[in-house]
C-alpha cells in the first residue's frame, strides 16, 4: 500500500471538480480525482492505498462523488487529524473508513500503515498514533458496510416522537 | 434547562427536552433535492427498497446546477428526476425558478422552527427565516426520501452578536466573510452559528440569507436567526401559520460567544483559495480580473443587485472584464427587471443570464481558463471551483464586485463616486 499525504482544508472540488458530476460509475471518476491539482493520483493509485491529510479534510460541496471517486480509486482508508462534517458522514454512507488521527501530520508517504480500529490505535512508520471512536449511531452503519445495506435490515425508523 | 433556539426546534418537534450532544432520530418537514445530487439519491433511494417517498409535498425538487442542460449527461439527469417526480407525484420547479435554496424558502414550504435537510451543502441558509436546514449527501437523501427521518446528532451553537451600522457599501457579505475570516474554515465544525444582535434585527431577509447562507464555509452544520417582525413579514402570502416566537432563552449555553461591530467594517474580500483567507480589500485593490459574477444562492436577490446597480450610476463596466450577472431565482429576476436595473447592466455592458447557479461550482458555463481571476458574490474560492485549476477565485460583496467590474481591478466601492 501507499500513502497519500495531504495537507489543511482538502475540499470536494479539489477531489472531484463540478464537472464531473453528471458521473456516477466509481472508477470513472476515480479517473478524475484530484484533477489539475495532483495528477499522479489517479494513475498510480493502486486498491488498499490510504490517505493521510491534516485538518478539515473534504471541505465544502456534499457532492458524494467525492468519497465514491476516493473509494473507485482503491483507497480504503482516509485517515485525518479532522474532518469536514458532511464528507465525514458521507465516507459512512458509502463505505469508506474515515480515521480521525489526530497526530496524522506524524505519518509520512513512506510509511506502511496498519489500522487497528478496534484497539483505538495504527501503526505508522513503527510508531503508534491513537485514533477517535467512531460515534455510536454511525458504528451500525460502518458494520452493515453502509447506509443502504443499514437501510435493508430495517423496514422502518423510530424518530424521536414516539 | 436553557436552551439555545437550535435545542428547541428539536425539542419542539420531539416532544421532550432535547439538547446538543443528543443524537435523535428527526422527523423531517422538507428534503430538497436538484440535478446533480438529486439523481444519486433516488439510486440510492431504490437500493434502499424505496417505492413511494415518505411525503412527497415535503420534497422540494428542482434543476439549477446545469441549467438548461448543458450537456448531453445533464438531460438525462434532468430526464430522470422529471420521470421521478412524475412517478412520486412530487412538484418539480424544473428549469426555469432559479437555485435551489432561493427557491425553496420562496416556495413557503420551508417555515420557522422546521427541520430541514438538502443534498447541497448551502442548504444551512434557511436558517435565515428560523429554521434548522443542513446539507447531506446523497445517500442521506436517499434515507431521508424513504424515511421520512434522519440521524441527527444535535449541534451546540456559536453565538455570533453583531451591533452597529454599516457603513455605506459595505453589507452582509462583509460581515459574513470577516466572521469566516475570524472563525475560520473548520471552526464551527459540527456546530450551529446563531446569528443575533441590533444589525442582524435591522437587517433585511436578503442578508440574514447571505449568512446563514455560509455557516458552512466555518464547518457549520447550520446557520440561524431567530424569526423577528422582519421573518413574518416576508413570510406573508408565502404561509398561512400565524408568528409564533421562537428565540434561545438568556442562559443557553453555548460552546462560544463572538461580539462584532460593523461600524468600523470595510469591505472584505476572500483571496484564493480559502474562504477563510479574508482580507480588508485595500491589501487586494488592483488586482486584474478577467471575469465578475454578481449572482448565486449566496448574493443573487434583489438587495445585492441594488448594491451593485448604485455603485454602478451610469457608468460602464470594464470591456477587459466579462460581467455575469445572474438573478437566484425567477422571482428575485422579474424583480430587478422591473426596477429597470436589468436593462442598466446590460446598458453597462453585462451578460445577464436566467436564473440558474451560474459558474458558481465550475460545473456548466462561464468557466475561466488557466491564469485567468474570477471575482465573485458567490461562496467558495476553492483551487479550481470556477475552472480551470490554475485560475483564482475572489469573493466579495456586490458593491465591491460593480465597483471593480468598473475598473477592471479589485477595487473599494466607497472610491467610487455617487
Known sequence: ?162 | MAATIVEKVFSAKCGREISAGDVIMAPLDAAMIHDITGPLAVMKFREMGGERVFDPEKVIMLFDHQTPADSIAAAENHKMMREFAREQDIYNYDIQEGVCHQVALESGRVLPGDIVVGSDSHTCMYGAIGAFSTGIGSTDMGFSLRFGALYFRVPESIRANITGRFMPRTGPKDLILRIIGDIGADGATYMATEFTGETISSMHMAGRMTCCNMAIEMGGKAGIVPPDRTTWKWLEGKTDIKPFELKSDEEARYTAWKDYNVDDLVPQVAVPHNVDNVVDVDRVEGTHIDQVFIGSCTNGRFEDFAEAAEVLGERKFSPDVRVLVIPASRTEYLKILRAGLIERFVEAGALVEAPCCGPCMGGSFGLIASGETSLSTSNRNFRGRQGSAEGKVYLCSPATAAASAIAGEITDPREVRR
Open chain 1, 1 to 162: 500500500m501507499k500513502v497519500w499525504k495531504f495537507g489543511d482544508d482538502i475540499d470536494t472540488d479539489a477531489i472531484i471538480p463540478g464537472r464531473y458530476l453528471t458521473l456516477y460509475d466509481p472508477k470513472v471518476l476515480a479517473s478524475h480525482a484530484f484533477e489539475g491539482i495532483r495528477d499522479d493520483f489517479s494513475n498510480e493509485c493502486k486498491e488498499g492505498d490510504m490517505i493521510v491529510a491534516n485538518r478539515n479534510f473534504g471541505c465544502g460541496s456534499s457532492r458524494e462523488h467525492a468519497p465514491i471517486a476516493l473509494k473507485g480509486a482503491g483507497i480504503s482508508a482516509v485517515i485525518a487529524k479532522s474532518f469536514a462534517r458532511i464528507f465525514y458522514r458521507n465516507c459512512v454512507n458509502t463505505g469508506l473508513l474515515p480515521v480521525v488521527c489526530p497526530e496524522a501530520d506524524r505519518i509520512s508517504e513512506e510509511d506502511e500503515i496498519v489500522l487497528h480500529i478496534d484497539e483505538g490505535y495504527l501503526e505508522a512508520g513503527g510508531a503508534r498514533y491513537g485514533i477517535e471512536p467512531v460515534p455510536e449511531f454511525l458504528q451500525k452503519i460502518i458494520d452493515c458496510g453502509g447506509l443502504v445495506e443499514y437501510a435493508n435490515t430495517i423496514e422502518e425508523v423510530k424518530t424521536c416522537t414516539e
